[in-house]
């Protein structure tokens, strides 16, 4: 599990087992405040101050040491982490977390452990905000399933560079996309699903998830793909599940060694 988390990224109860890759979508963004003076800026038609908290830090062996937080309305103020900032600019750092913050990834790791069923495995995971995985899940009865688990946001259509760039406070976000729209299978036609950090779904997918998540395979997921579905009618055995996590294959070396010798 992640350390300091009280869920199972990876794991099972009496009638679901579940496991994760890592997704890479974005889900973040930094904004640069409309700042009016050192200490005020302007938001959605109204000025705002940033709220300061002083936080202690704890050391062992020696005395705490004492940092002071700044908040706005957009998240934390991250403006000593930023890049050539120009004088009297301030940064805040936006999440899926942050922006609904009477949701958090705690609940739907909850609502993961106790589900009964790949259908309330897939609602508990909609409160999924941070980090971004692909999540492989199967019950006792034989359904399967994917999910995206990821705080993805539905971006302002004028913001440039999104997810590459800091973004002026009226490109705010729209909305966090709703998990209903993000890419999710139940029982696959093929009876297979899998995830290795590969690519969630096809360019044609209307919404911009991010570099990892235009469609295509890691090395990892071609070489998935080639074991599962090289016969559509194969049904695996236990042992024969075990024995492709010890494959050692790699399918893009594969195909350069061939693609050599047929030069």
Known sequence: NIPGSIGFVVGFNRHVAWSATKLGAYTEDAFRLNMIGSNQYSYQGTTRTLNSITEEIKVRGSASVYITV???????????????????????WRSGSQ????????QAALGMMKSSSVYAFDQAVAKWTQPSIHIIFGNDQGNIGYTYAAGVP?????AVLAGYMAQDTTNDWVELTPHSVLPHAINSPRGILFAANNLSIGS???ISLGAYNGGGDTFRSWRLRQLLL??????FTPDEVR??????????KKETVALALNI
Request: no cysteine; proline share 13%; glycine share 4%.
């Open 154 to 158: 539905t971006r302002s259509p004028t």
């Open 70 to 92: 700044k908040e706005s309305a957009l998240g934390p103020v991250v403006t000593p982490i930023m890049e050539d900032v120009r004088s009297g600019e301030e940064y805040a």
């Open 230 to 235: 090289s016969d559509p009618s194969k049904r």
């Open 243 to 252: 024995d492709i996590h010890y494959d050692s294959v790699h399918p893009v």
């Open 99 to 106: 922006y609904h913050p009477n949701e958090h990834t705690i």
């Open 204 to 206: 044609w997918y209307p």
